[in-house]
């Protein structure tokens, strides 16, 4: 089965800088859009960043010029930079895959990113 497997989560202090990377299986990333998500204890789940088939991007205002994702199509594989880390920032982190056209929709299990001094 499909499966997204994030990995690159841990602690880190603010300023300091991390990259998730969300390796998948049984399915072509550059034929999806990808995206990461997250969600922070409380709250509900967000959009963080999205990276469409075409190679266009979108982001969440609070991580614009901090954060960057990126595909890599050989690999099959999404990344995401956080730069300029945030206490905000602290939450589980999900990669999410979409197709609209088929109907599919998937998610991996997150990784948990920790900001604090």
């Known amino acids: 089965q499909v499966q997204l497997v994030e990995s690159g989560g841990g602690w880190v202090q603010p300023g300091g800088s991390l990259r998730l990377s969300c390796a998948a299986s049984?399915?072509?990333?550059?034929?999806?859009?990808m995206g990461w998500y997250r969600q922070a204890p409380g709250n509900q789940r967000e959009s963080v960043a999205v990276i469409y088939s075409g190679r266009s991007t979108n982001y969440a205002d609070s991580v614009k010029g901090r954060f960057t994702i990126s595909r890599d199509d050989e690999k099959n594989m999404v990344y995401l930079q956080m730069n300029s880390l945030k206490p905000e920032d602290t939450a589980v982190y999900y990669c999410n895959g979409q197709h609209n056209i088929l109907g599919r929709n998937y998610w991996g299990r997150g990784t948990q990113v920790t900001v604090s001094s």
């Open positions: 049984r399915m072509i990333v550059s034929s999806y859009t």
